[in-house]
């Protein structure tokens, strides 16, 4: 079945550009309808959600986020990717990648995250 | 921002009772509302999306329903398994937002 893998720097610097990739395997990144997301927790908290993108390159950002964000997708490697520029010790978290699907009753869409990664830590610190 | 509040924030219980977790939404958000599981140290899971419809191969005992502003999330019969942290979310903008969470822990 389709898994997803993030992969990412684990410890980072402050104003450091965040790199993290999500590998999907067991499928095709552009075998369905689906959107591409990243979110994440913070120690001890709840989830935040920071973005999606489509296979197309269509992209929402969190607004809280968005002057930081870049979102991408390779379908030649399978994998999706995000970029945050400038982190500070704000951005320590639990990263997850995840697949959003929906379910169609007549012209309304549901969409629901319904498979997720593991996780990466992130750790910012000087 | 859809603004998402959960209550309680924590809920003690006992293997067997039935649980109640409500989640509201700052605005109307329909059915646009998604419950999900957190186990300590894992990856959420999705359970209920569309307020009320169970995901695939999830316990029967856990059921939702509302619809506008206000949600519930239901557990019957406690199992040992259902000690987790749950999270509503909607799906009705973007930016999606969740609630803060409401831990199940025993009692």
């Known amino acids: 079945q389709v898994q997803l893998q993030e992969s990412g720097p684990g410890l980072m610097k402050p104003l450091e550009t965040l790199s993290l990739t999500c590998s999907v395997s067991g499928g095709s990144i552009s075998g369905g309808d689906y959107y591409w997301t990243w979110i994440r927790q913070p120690a001890g908290q709840g989830l935040e959600w920071i973005g999606r993108?489509?296979?197309?390159?269509?992209?929402n950002y969190n607004p809280s986020l968005q002057s930081r964000l870049i979102m991408s997708v390779d379908t030649s490697k399978n994998h999706f990717s995000l970029k945050m520029r400038s982190v500070t010790a704000a951005d320590t978290a639990v990263y997850y990648c995840?697949?959003?699907?929906?379910?169609?009753?007549?012209?309304?869409?549901?969409?629901?995250?319904?498979?997720w990664g593991r996780g990466t830590l992130v750790t910012v610190s000087s | 921002d859809i603004q998402m509040t959960q209550s309680p924030s924590t809920l003690s219980a006992s293997v067997g009772d039935r649980v109640t977790i409500t989640c509201r939404a700052s605005q109307s958000i329909g059915t646009y509302l998604n419950w999900y599981q957190q186990k300590a140290g894992k990856a959420p899971e999705l359970l209920i999306y569309s307020a009320s419809t169970l995901q695939s191969g999830v316990p029967s005992r856990f059921s939702g329903s509302g619809s506008g502003t206000d949600f519930t999330l239901t557990i019957n019969s406690l199992q040992p398994e259902d000690f987790a942290t749950y999270y509503c979310?909607?799906?009705?903008?973007?930016?999606?937002?969740f609630g803060p969470g409401t831990k199940v822990d025993m009692k």
């Open positions: 995840a697949r959003a699907t929906f379910y169609r009753s007549g012209n309304d869409y549901y969409w629901y995250l319904d498979l």
């Open positions: 993108i489509y296979t197309s390159g269509r992209t």
């Open positions: 979310q909607q799906s009705y903008n973007n930016p999606r937002t």
